[in-house]
């Protein structure tokens, strides 16, 4: 996944490069700092395997679904 491909995902999910961040820790993934996915984001780094793959996961769930795991991260 490329940075704009992560960044558009982001926006079609409704999340914040933040949101993500607080995910990823409700997921019991060590959160990552800001300045991390911002590289992400801006292709200074390369998107991991991984969270491409949970990205990609996120948009092929049901909406319902999607919402319930996604709302507390994005403050909704």
């Known amino acids: 996944m490329t940075g704009p491909e992560f ?3 982001l926006a079609r999910l409704g999340l914040s490069q933040a949101a993500l961040a607080r995910l990823l820790d409700d ?9 991390t996915v911002w590289r992400w984001a801006d292709g200074r ?6 969270i491409g793959a ?3 996961l996120l948009e ?5 679904l999607r919402s319930d795991l996604t709302r507390k ?3 909704l």
Do not use: C, F, H, M
Not at 45 to 50: A, E, F, Q
């Open 54 to 56: 949970l990205l990609r």
């Open 60 to 64: 092929s769930l049901p909406a319902d």
């Open 45 to 50: 780094s390369r998107v991991p395997i991984g």
């Open 27 to 35: 997921l019991g993934e060590r959160q990552p700092a800001p300045t």
């Open 73 to 75: 991260a994005a403050r």
């Open 7 to 9: 960044t558009e995902t």
